[in-house]
């Protein structure tokens, strides 16, 4: 346990259904991010919240939406994803100057 | 821009030999570097990470890395490898204070006994 909790562990949705990935630190950090990772590719940032402001959203479809209610939540909510959207989504928080992430243990997600 | 090339993507060594990861970087700041380790089905791991002073940092599970500045590298390095610390391995780099961390594309590593 890493201190960053991330549900579920796995996933499987249509392309028509909507779902939200959850993300829980209890460590006392200040930023939270969701990132994705796919095969062979490095690990793509999608959205970072400091202070619970969004203050990244690099260039993710509209089909991901980020909520983050405090600073120790952070839901990830799904609709209407493609199969190419199936990935390790990953979770992480960090202290921010310090820096650091640590991160979850992933939500497998596959969309059919 | 920034970048981060780890150049091997997949090494094989033997229980008990020394292993080095190599990690280059392409930064317009002073960086902050930093390894990680992940276990199939897991998330990533924080191994060792360097801000500044001593340019040998140790990290946990034995691992140590070196930063190089006119290299613009950071290897990562163990003296003995274990059955276990077949992983694939993540550098990344980032700014002081910042929030945004650019990683490669990883090492994976099979330890044969």
């Known amino acids: 346990e890493t201190g960053v909790t991330q549900t579920p562990r796995h996933l499987v949705m249509g392309m028509t259904n909507k779902k939200s990935l959850k993300c829980e630190q209890h460590?006392?950090?200040?930023?939270m991010y969701w990132y994705k990772q796919s095969a062979k590719k490095p690990l793509e940032l999608m959205f970072v919240?400091?202070?619970?402001?969004?203050?990244e959203n690099n260039s993710v479809p509209s089909r991901f939406s980020p909520e983050c209610p405090n600073s120790s939540h952070l839901f990830l909510h799904l609709h209407t994803l493609q199969p190419e959207d199936s990935a390790l989504y990953l979770c992480?928080?960090?202290?921010?100057?310090?820096?650091?992430?640590?991160f979850g243990s992933g939500t497998r997600l596959t969309v059919v | 821009a920034q970048s981060v090339t780890q150049p091997d993507i997949h090494i094989t060594v033997s229980e008990g030999a020394s292993l080095e990861l190599r990690c280059n970087y392409s930064?317009?700041?002073?960086?902050?570097l930093f390894w990680y380790v992940q276990s199939p089905g897991q998330g990533l791991q924080l191994l060792l990470k360097?801000?500044?002073?001593?340019?040998l940092v140790q990290g946990i599970k034995g691992f140590e890395a070196e930063f190089k500045r006119s290299q613009s590298s950071f290897n990562l390095r163990k003296p003995s490898v274990h059955w276990s610390d077949a992983a694939e391995y993540f550098c990344?780099?980032?700014?002081?204070?910042?929030?945004?961390?650019?990683f490669g594309t990883g090492t994976s590593l099979t330890v044969i006994p």
């Open positions: 460590l006392g950090h200040n930023a």
């Open positions: 930064y317009g700041a002073t960086p902050y």
């Open positions: 919240y400091n202070f619970k402001e969004q203050t």
């Open positions: 990344a780099v980032g700014a002081e204070g910042g929030n945004q961390f650019y």
């Open positions: 992480a928080s960090s202290h921010i100057p310090e820096g650091g992430y640590t």
């Open positions: 360097y801000f500044s002073g001593d340019t």
